[in-house]
Each structure stands twice: as C-alpha cells, then as structure tokens.
C-alpha cells in the first residue's frame, strides 16, 4: 500500500505523526512524507522518504505581515495584541498554507500515487488536496482537541471559509468526515469531539531526534525536574522566573532552552541548572520526576505517557486547554501570565513532588496511555482506513 503522511512543517505537528510513519514503513508500506523543505532534514533522520510540500511556518508569516503593508504589526508575535495577532494567525493556517499544500501536492499525487494519505489536522491542505484528487483521506490528530479557543475558532472558520472556495465542506474538528486517528487519551479528550468523531485512538509515542541524554542525568541523588517552553513560544523573562523559584529547591534542574530563546539571555545560573538548547525529550521523560513547561501537546502527552506530574505555564495556542484538561485529570497544575513568579513556581513543584494524590493521577492517566494502540498496531488497520 502506498501511504503519503504530511503535516505542517515544526517539531509540534510533524514529530506526532513519525511513529505510525515509521511503523507503517516498517509493516512493508511504501511511507512517503511530505512537509515544507525546512523541516525535511528532521524527517530524513527518522530514516523516511520525504517529499517538499507547502510554506515554512516563518515563511507563511512573512507573506501574511508583507500584506498587512506597512501599518502591520512589526513586534515579535507574543508582544502583538490578540485582536491585532488573530487576522494574521487565521490568514496563515487558514488560507495561504493550504492553498500552498494543495498546490505542492496534487502533482505530487501524481507522481507517488497514493492509496491513502494521512493529514495532520493542522495541515488542512493535506485533506484538501487528497479530496480534490480523489484520494482517501484519515486525519491525524497532534493533542487534545480545542473546541473553545478564540484563535482556534478563528482558524477554524478561515480554513472552512477556504474549504468552501473549493467546494469543500469542512467539518467541526477539520477530520473531513473521516476516520480521526486520535493520540489523546480518552479521558482527556474533550467530550463533544469523542462524541461526534469516528476515533482512532492511537498511543501517544515520542519521537525525537537522536541524541545522548545530558550527562548526570542517570547518576542522581535527587529528584530531576525538567523545564521547557518548547520550540515556537520561548520567553525568557517566563523562563528566568521558573529558573529562580526551581534553583531553591533541593532538586537538579535541566532546561531545554529551544530555538527561541538565546541562553545568553538567561545569565549565569545557579549551579543545580544546567542549560541545553535541545534535549532527547521522549528519552529524557523516563529519568524526570516533575515537568515544568508550556502546555505544548507534545510535552503535555509525554509526561501522561510517563506517569509524571506536571506544572504549566501556558503561552498560547492550545497550551491553555491543555492546561485545563491537566488540572481537571489532577495530574498537575498551572500558573498564568502574571502569576509566574519565582516563588510561586517553587511553591507549585515543591507540592507536585511530594503530592501523593497527583502522583497516583498521574500513574492511573500513564496506564491508560500504555493500553492505546501503538504505532505498529494501527499501522496494520491503515488499509481498512482507505
């Protein structure tokens, strides 16, 4: 059977869909995956046959800020006020990236033919292109589904608004009336999606590029908490304050410090801390007894995975449901905005460490991640998708 993943190209919508890639290749299936050039090299170290489809994130923006002309905003996007941010946000994932996925794959399409593709639901150009060329098309789901984000709306509506251009009609949770292979637990996922979707559930795997854990973080006499703000929305002020508060405490302390934030701009820092720009984060989680971080998907699911408790403190995006679904499951906590401080981010991993009641929460969610599917599991059923 030949397959076609694509996604968008970053580490939060690609990484999620790699295991089943490589699981589907692995089951004897012709696996080729398409997503923006930028972003191939970190597919071509998962070991599959890529493809150059769509616009760089950076790229989308760019094109997006240019035709705003010159009273566009022309601050860093976390320093733009929503109602400013949203129409630029909703013109990128809503129209120019689909309308250039569509466009890149459909002579792809062509050329590879493919029995089924499988969409990352960010990438609605994926679908769009797959329904315009007759294909079969699953989505991909990356985390728990957002049904009441303000800018999720808003892309939500401009990809349907673009779907309609194309005599497409676009469903409530972008699955295009589809089969939705779903990486959240269902205990976690928001109720109205499981109750309108056909669900694929499929276990949350982390993949990450290869690479050594830091040293010592096998050799310790004391509990590890690992901090990260991900790889789109670092903030060192954000980052600086969690560093301050953890430092105090009787633990070590490992920060990924991502491709947005300069480690130079976080000073010297105490001697328990030590600053890395990347970490093997799916082999990391194992070794970590607390995770401080941004409510990305990736690191949200990874800590259910590994039965760890969980401080967030959410930038944007879909950080802030994440977090909701986080405190509702009682498997952490969150600190918003104004709240992190240094002594509130002490005073929060101070109790998640020893909190017996989030620890069991947390292990109960771990057990019911470890009986989802695995990769290789629905890769087997990828033919009955079609």
């Known amino acids: 059977m030949r397959l076609l993943f694509t996604s968008l190209g970053s580490f939060g919508h690609t990484f999620p869909l790699v295991p089943l890639a490589i699981a589907a290749r692995d089951a004897g299936h012709d696996v080729v995956f398409a997503t923006s050039e930028d972003f191939l090299p970190q597919l071509t170290k998962a070991g599959l046959e890529t493809a150059a489809a769509g616009l760089a994130i950076k790229d989308a923006f760019g094109q997006a800020f240019a035709a705003a002309g010159p009273a566009g905003p022309r601050r860093p996007p976390g320093e733009i006020p929503p109602e400013v941010l949203g129409p630029i946000v909703a013109k990128v994932f809503g129209e120019l990236m689909p309308a250039r996925f569509t466009a890149d ?27 315009k060329a007759g294909i079969p098309v699953v989505a991909h789901g990356f985390g728990r589904v957002s049904s009441d984000d303000p800018m999720v709306t808003r892309i939500r509506d401009a990809i349907r608004e673009h779907g309609a251009s194309l ?13 939705f292979i779903d990486i959240c637990p269902e205990s976690v996922q928001e109720p109205g999606f499981l109750a309108r ?4 559930p499929l276990r949350p795997v982390g993949w990450s590029e290869p690479g050594e854990l830091p040293s010592g973080v096998l050799e310790r006499s004391r509990p590890l908490v690992y901090l990260t703000l991900g790889t789109a929305m670092g903030h060192a002020g954000v980052l600086g304050a969690a560093i301050a508060g953890l430092s105090g405490l009787d633990v070590d302390v490992l920060v990924a410090t991502g491709p947005t ?43 259910f995975g590994a039965g760890l408790p969980q401080l967030l403190l ?28 240094a002594d509130a981010v002490a005073s929060k991993v101070r109790t998640l460490l020893t909190d017996t009641s989030v620890h069991d929460a947390a292990r109960a969610l771990a057990t019911e991640v470890a009986a989802m599917p695995s990769p290789a599991e629905v890769a087997t059923q990828l033919p009955t998708l079609a």
């Open 105 to 131: 794959l459909l002579p792809l399409f062509s050329r590879f033919r493919p029995d089924l593709v499988v969409s990352e639901t960010g990438n609605s150009g994926g679908a769009f292109a797959a329904m």
């Open 197 to 200: 979707t056909t669900r694929v």
């Open 261 to 303: 934030v300069d480690p130079a701009a976080l000073g010297e820092v105490p001697a328990n801390v030590r600053l890395e720009a990347w970490v093997p984060q799916s082999k990391l989680l194992p070794h970590v007894d607390v995770v401080v971080h941004h409510g990305g998907s990736g690191t949200t699911l990874g800590a």
């Open 314 to 341: 959410p930038q944007g995006a879909d950080q802030f449901s994440n977090a909701d679904a986080v405190l509702a499951a009682g498997v952490g906590s969150r600190l918003l905005a104004a709240e992190v401080t």
């Open 167 to 179: 005599g497409i009609e676009v469903g409530e949770d972008l699955a295009f009336h589809g089969p």
